[in-house]
């Protein structure tokens, strides 16, 4: 983004919060307004965390883009740039329907459950898209969540953490019995790459190999999922291509810039508390072993080393 918003002749000041540090992240934006920031894309830690720092934002008309995650309980939030959400979930809820061949096959087969941080607004679209797809084979018996945790907060990970995903699944594997020589574990839907991490390393620590591994959905098509998807040890991710979303995120700046419209295709599904936001929603694709040489190798997204 930084690369072509130059090339678009502007001038960026590029920024990051290490270690996910909110405090760091709202005294950079601080600065940023009173330095004269013109605009403001900002990928939120915490979507519900700068509601009074973009006070000072709305009271200089800055105008403010909520990148990835939609940044809550503020009316200064001029625009939301994302991926379809909802359909990520249902793009993994329809690959674990396909997988297990749900609408046909008699079951009942045992799935477990896991989203991510719970100030994260896009859990809900992940989490319900997926569910969308699920929940009625829940309800009908043919899936079956032993842990009994089948609720979003029950299945939330703080800060999307790998090893809390990690901790919380040794204890569902304890607590239930699963593993290759117990109870039997068809699926895990994991909402994104990072829980999938940690739900793989609980795994592979009660003794499940690629031969025998759940069914596993991820997102973001992080290098240590992709590699684990070459192991055979995770099953999908959801690929979700920033450069395009920043090349969306690029266009509306030129259009704040120039007074002219901005790319949107979504005025009703996102209200972050003061209203519905404009938003445009990019489209999110299905990644599987063998599709990771054309998305990702041969789009120039990683190199062959990047998940060797």
Do not use: H
């Amino acid at each position: 983004m930084k690369a072509q918003l130059e090339a678009a002749g502007y001038q960026v000041d590029l920024q990051y919060a290490g270690d996910n540090d909110i405090p760091t992240q709202v005294a950079q934006l601080e600065n940023m307004i009173t330095g004269g920031a013109k605009v403001l894309v900002i990928a939120a830690i915490d979507g519900s965390s700068l509601t009074e720092v973009l006070k000072q934002a709305k009271a200089k008309n800055i105008p403010v883009i909520a990148y990835d995650r939609l940044i809550m309980n503020s009316d200064a939030v001029t625009y939301y740039a994302t991926f379809d959400n909802f359909k990520v979930g249902t793009l993994q809820g329809t690959y674990i329907e396909s997988k297990l061949n749900l609408k046909t096959a008699a079951g009942p087969f045992n799935i477990e459950l896991i989203t991510g941080d719970p100030a994260d607004n896009n859990i809900i679209f992940f989490f319900g898209g997926a569910m969308s797809i699920l929940e009625p084979y829940i309800q009908s018996g043919k899936l079956v969540v032993k842990s009994g945790q089948t609720t979003r907060t029950q299945a939330a990970t703080p800060n999307w953490s790998t090893e809390e995903a990690q901790r919380r699944y040794e204890n569902i594997i304890t607590s239930v019995g699963y593993g290759p020589n117990g109870v039997k574990l068809d699926a895990v839907l994991a909402s994104n790459d990072s829980t999938a991490v940690g739900v793989t390393n609980a795994l592979v620590n009660a003794g499940y190999t690629n031969a025998n591994f759940p069914i596993l959905t991820g997102q973001d098509c992080d290098k240590p999922s992709v590699k684990n998807m070459n192991a055979g040890i995770q099953s999908m991710s959801v690929f979700k291509d920033t450069r395009t979303l920043a090349g969306k995120v690029v266009e509306m700046v030129n259009a704040l810039a120039t007074g002219s419209n901005p790319p949107i295709n979504d005025r009703k599904t996102y209200d972050n508390g003061t209203g519905v936001i404009p938003s445009y929603l990019c489209d999110p694709i299905v990644v599987e072993p063998k599709d990771i040489q054309k998305a990702l190798i041969d789009s120039g997204y990683y190199k062959p080393a990047d998940i060797q």
